[in-house]
């Protein structure tokens, strides 16, 4: 089971899954407080409206004529209202309102005021009077100054400023909202209220406060809740098995790749390769890559077996003639070929080198930086060779230094091989030159034999590979020289060309990077 869950697979329908679920999560929420919100809008709005209907019908009543006990207020259990008057006291409230909170105002029957007020006029033009019934009603009188038919108006919109009340028959532009809960006729609900300050023609101001029902949207948003919480776990298993199954189809080439390198692997058969999609995605790049180094490591392991082939047979004849003159010597001493064997051990000696210096170079190692003079080195590498049957002339070796970066040995080997070739196959000279192009330093090696066809100009290049008699075992060539030459200056970041020279023969040319700071010509002294 724990294998199965630290599959791909199982990790990516997971992560899938998981990811899903916290940006739906996130978005239900987002749906659920926008719709809260909007349907709480709405509320206020129907409860402005209703609060702004009243308070109109207050600023618009004749007093004495329409009693605030009279007043035509909604008798909809979704729209609560009472009028306050400014002393708190309850003026009107709807018929089934049985109780109400969040208004400042719990009384929901109006009631008489706590003293009784004196005859006469009074500023605002008011005076009550209770009924001996349980029911209150407040009655109004005509206010002295009450007679400018200025201040009939239905649609009272200006306030004055500073807080003051509003002017008579003017309702106030400011309304204040808030919420609470209201029970209507047997029915509770959370309401929002809308609070409104309006003076009537008398000079009396009120305030209003009218509720909208906030039961649609309690439903509402239960209701989305709902749906929202019993749609989550199936579209999460909808999106888990679909990233399941197509995680699967996309990694099932990866498990085809997987089973024939095992197979490989357990077969050793480098030949064989991975089965490549038609497609052309990441899949298709990996197992295109796979088979590339595959055909790679094919083509280095089989280079290796022909290497240990040839070594092997190159080692077994000089190693069965020199066992054979030593048999021969013990047998007979007089007959024993001292400078024979000789040979045949010198022989054995540089071909061991050449493989010694072949596993290190194939090893990976480095050259290392160091400073080395092309030209030192020809005239150091020719002085040191006065035996060689043809002359070696040096052409460009007494001008400035010609430096190059790398390890000097592994120049000089290079060199070394190169006039080794050009000796064994050149009829009268052999010329070496060095210079400067703009690419970096060179060193070519000439001879005027009878050269290379072009057809083999990269295959001399090749491990123990001879191209005609001339090149046998009996010259003391064993097919290694040219090849070790050209891996140092791969080596070095340089090339080791076969052309033909311009008077015939063949050509040598080894090229290599510029010296890191380039060359200075040492000062003479004065």
Request: overall charge negative; glycine content about 10%.
């Amino acid at each position: 089971m724990r294998r199965r869950l630290a599959t791909v697979r199982a990790r990516a329908a997971l992560g899938t899954t998981a990811v899903v679920a916290a940006a739906l999560v996130a978005a239900g929420l987002a749906v659920l407080l926008s719709l809260r919100a909007d349907l709480t809008d709405q509320a206020e709005r129907r409860a402005d409206d209703t609060a702004r209907t009243v308070a109109l019908a207050v600023a618009s009543r004749v007093p004495d004529v329409t009693p605030y006990s009279r007043l035509d207020l909604p008798d909809d259990e979704d729209r609560p209202v009472q009028v306050v008057a400014e002393d708190g006291r309850l003026l009107a409230a709807s018929e089934d309102l049985e109780r109400i909170s969040g208004t400042g105002v719990d009384a929901v029957r109006p009631r008489p005021p706590a003293a009784a007020r004196p005859a006469g006029p009074r500023a605002t033009g008011d005076r009550d009077t209770s009924s001996t019934s349980g029911t209150s009603r407040t009655s109004d009188s005509n206010d002295s100054n009450d007679s400018n038919d200025s201040n009939d108006s239905d649609d009272a919109s200006d306030s004055d400023d500073g807080g003051a009340p509003p002017a008579p028959g003017r309702i106030d532009d400011d309304i204040d909202h808030g919420s609470g809960r209201a029970t209507v006729d047997g029915e509770s609900a959370d309401m929002r209220f809308a609070s409104v300050e309006v003076t009537d023609r008398a000079g009396r101001t009120v305030r209003v406060h009218a509720g909208a029902s906030l039961a649609a949207r309690e439903s509402a948003v239960a209701t989305a809740a709902a749906t929202l919480l019993a749609g989550l776990p199936v579209l999460l298993l909808v999106v888990g098995g679909s990233t399941w199954l197509v995680a699967r189809r996309a990694l099932g080439p990866v498990e085809g790749i997987r089973r024939e390198m095992a197979a490989i692997t357990a077969s050793e058969n480098l030949a064989r390769r991975v089965p490549q999609p038609a497609t052309h995605d990441e899949v298709a790049d990996l197992a295109r890559t796979t088979n590339e180094t595959l055909a790679a490591l094919e083509a280095a392991v089989e280079r290796q077996r022909r290497f240990v082939a040839d070594a092997s047979h190159e080692l077994r004849s000089p190693i069965a003639s020199l066992r054979t003159q030593l048999e021969v010597g013990a047998a007979h001493p007089h007959l024993l070929d001292v400078a024979g064997a000789v040979a045949d051990v010198t022989r054995l000696q540089r071909l061991a080198a050449d493989l010694l210096l072949l596993a290190r170079l194939d090893a990976g190692e480095r050259p290392g930086d160091g400073r080395v003079d092309l030209a030192a080195l020809v005239r150091e590498e020719v002085a040191q060779r006065p035996a060689d049957r043809l002359p070696v002339v040096p052409r460009g070796s007494c001008g400035p230094p010609v430096e190059a970066t790398g390890s000097r040995a592994q120049l000089a080997r290079v060199l070394g091989n190169l006039l080794d070739n050009a000796q064994r196959h050149g009829r009268s000279r052999v010329e070496v030159s060095v210079g400067r192009t703009a690419e970096g330093p060179f060193l070519a090696v000439a001879d005027d034999g009878a050269g290379v066809a072009p057809r083999d100009r990269e295959r001399i290049f090749e491990r123990f590979v001879r191209l005609d008699e001339a090149r046998g075992r009996d010259d003391g060539g064993a097919g290694l020289g040219l090849a070790i030459a050209r891996d140092v200056a791969a080596g070095h970041g340089g090339t080791l060309t076969a052309a033909a020279a311009p008077g015939g023969g063949a050509l040598f040319t080894l090229r290599l990077p510029p010296a890191a700071g380039g060359w200075k010509v040492p000062r003479r002294p004065v």
